[in-house]
Each structure stands twice: as structure tokens, then as C-alpha cells.
Nanobody
Framework: QVQLQESGPGLVKPSQTLSLTCTVS??????????WSWIRQPPGKGLEWMGL???????YYSPSLKSQTSISRDTSKNQFSLQLSSVTPEDTAVYYC???????????WGQGTQVTVSS
């Protein structure tokens, strides 16, 4: 069973870079032909897809976040990571890593991690 777990600091200062890591267990991010994605949910709002990295390393981002978002992977650690630069308090949210297959069926997601942007 594939399981995901987010990790990273829960507090980030404005203008800094938010960095989170998703650790994958139960399967390889390079040999399972799925997509490894980041989603967030600001307080009182719905889920917002941020971007993903494919099993081949290709990346895709939400147009509204593309300029400040970077997703990468470390295949040796079976992890993929999120970097969100120049954050503001509006970036405060619960951040989730999630994976889905080629038919857009969600296969697994993390429990989520709260990140607050505040000075």
C-alpha cells in the first residue's frame, strides 16, 4: 500500500520560501506510473491544486502559482518536495501531498500539514 507523509516547518516568515517534503512508502515514485502532486487548502476555502511531478520527472504547475512554485524529487530517498517562494499570509494553508494515476483516480494522500505564514 502506497502511503504519503508530509514534513517541514509549520511557520514561515513573509517573503521567505516555504519548503515541504513528501515521503513515499510502499512503492517507488519512478516505477509506479502515477503523478505526485501538491494540493493546499487555505482556511475557509476549498482545495487548490498547486502542481505535480510525474514518474519521469516532468513537472506541471497551476498557472496562478507557476512563477513561485517548484516541485522536485529525490529518487534515492523516494521523496518529492515543494518550494513556494515569496510567501505572504495568504499562503497560510494546510498542505497535502497526493498521488493519482493516469485515469485521475486518487490512489493515496498524506494527512496534511499546517503551514502558517506570519512574522
Amino acid at each position: 500500500q502506497v502511503q504519503l507523509q508530509e514534513s517541514g516547518p509549520g511557520l514561515v516568515k513573509p517573503s521567505q520560501t516555504l519548503s515541504l517534503t513528501c515521503t513515499v512508502s510502499g512503492g517507488s515514485i519512478t516505477t509506479i506510473y502515477w503523478y505526485w502532486s501538491w494540493i493546499r487548502q487555505p482556511p475557509g476555502k476549498g482545495l487548490e491544486w498547486m502542481g505535480l511531478i510525474g514518474y519521469d520527472g516532468s513537472t506541471y504547475y497551476s498557472p496562478s502559482l507557476k512563477s513561485q512554485t517548484s516541485i522536485s524529487r529525490d529518487t534515492s530517498k523516494n521523496q518529492f518536495s515543494l518550494q513556494l517562494s515569496s510567501v505572504t499570509p495568504e499562503d497560510t494553508a494546510v498542505y497535502y501531498c497526493v498521488t493519482w494515476d493516469s485515469w485521475a483516480t486518487v490512489r493515496s494522500w498524506g494527512q496534511g500539514t499546517q503551514v502558517t505564514v506570519s512574522s
